[in-house]
């Protein structure tokens, strides 16, 4: 089974050719529901795509209208942390290229490093910082492999997502996300680490996506939720239960984000 195969199955189920794909970050599956005339495909339909192993991801591909316009969501992703795989995305993001998807929208939960930006605020990812040892392109044969990362983050659909978000006068901060492998949370060492390091917000998915998208040829932006403010900042310890409690506050300013931006799109 090839992304071709997977491609053919989604073809058969729905008339739609979505050009963006929305990829969910965890405690953000309701956003499945602005989706008008949604047509949902298990994970499990499709060859190589993750069997979502985190609590607060669906595993499903939804195509359907937002604000008219087609779209593709992934309510569910592999993490490294699951496996130690990070390229378990690549299946996915493969037919998602495959079937046309030129724009990549990835959504995360995030630990906010700036006090400001309270939890439930959403940050636009402006470019990332990956200490973490590892790559999704490692292994790769060819040389498409040395994916050139200047401009990650593709300067007009985040100039776009800034002047949906300014329209609706929520507040969209931008700055650096800084990938750790988790599944722990960082200690606070690590945290005074980052900041030194210049990250604004620290997390566990999204980074391997990116480089993967990058390598594919689509353009991507990513957006994170802080769900909480980073280890040690707060007397108080982390949790996952708090990261799923808190992601819907700001899954709704995304939410809103995103339909405003494709209301321009359209
Ligand atoms: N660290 C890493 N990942 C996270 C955090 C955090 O503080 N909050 C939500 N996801």
Request: include cysteine; aromatic fraction near 6%; hydrophobic fraction near 45%.
């Given at each position: ?49 993750p069997p979502t192993g985190v609590s607060?991801h ?20 592999a993490?490294?942390?699951e ?184």
């Open positions: 089974m090839s992304a071709a195969d997977n491609c053919a199955i989604v073809e058969q189920r729905t008339k739609l050719r979505p050009k963006l794909a929305l990829v969910l970050g965890s405690g953000l599956g309701d956003f499945t529901g602005q989706v008008a005339d949604p047509v949902t495909i298990p994970y499990g339909d499709l060859a190589g795509f607060g669906a595993g499903t591909l939804v195509i359907g209208l937002i604000s008219g316009v087609p779209v593709a969501v992934l309510s569910g992703r993490h490294y942390y496996h130690g795989n990070a390229a378990a995305m690549r299946p996915a993001l493969e037919t998602l290229a495959a079937f046309g998807i030129e724009d990549l929208i990835l959504t995360n939960s995030a630990g906010g490093l700036n006090p400001d930006n309270a939890p439930g605020s959403v940050m636009l990812i402006s470019d990332h910082i990956n200490f973490s040892g590892t790559n999704p392109l490692i292994g790769e044969p060819s040389d498409a492999r040395f994916v050139g990362l200047t401009e990650a983050y593709d300067r007009a659909i985040c100039g776009r997502l800034k002047s949906a978000a300014a329209r609706l006068e929520i507040e969209l901060p931008a700055g650096v996300y800084m990938w750790f492998s988790g599944p722990s949370f960082e200690t606070p060492a690590e945290i005074r680490a980052a900041r030194v390091l210049g990250a604004d917000a620290v997390g566990m998915s999204t980074v391997p996506e990116v480089i993967l998208c990058r390598f594919l040829g689509l353009r991507v932006a990513a957006l994170s939720i802080i769900t909480n403010l980073a280890a040690g900042m707060t007397g108080a310890e982390l949790s996952h239960e708090e990261t799923k409690h808190v992601a819907p506050q700001g899954g709704a300013k995304l939410a809103k984000i995103i339909a405003a931006y494709l209301e321009e799109a359209s």
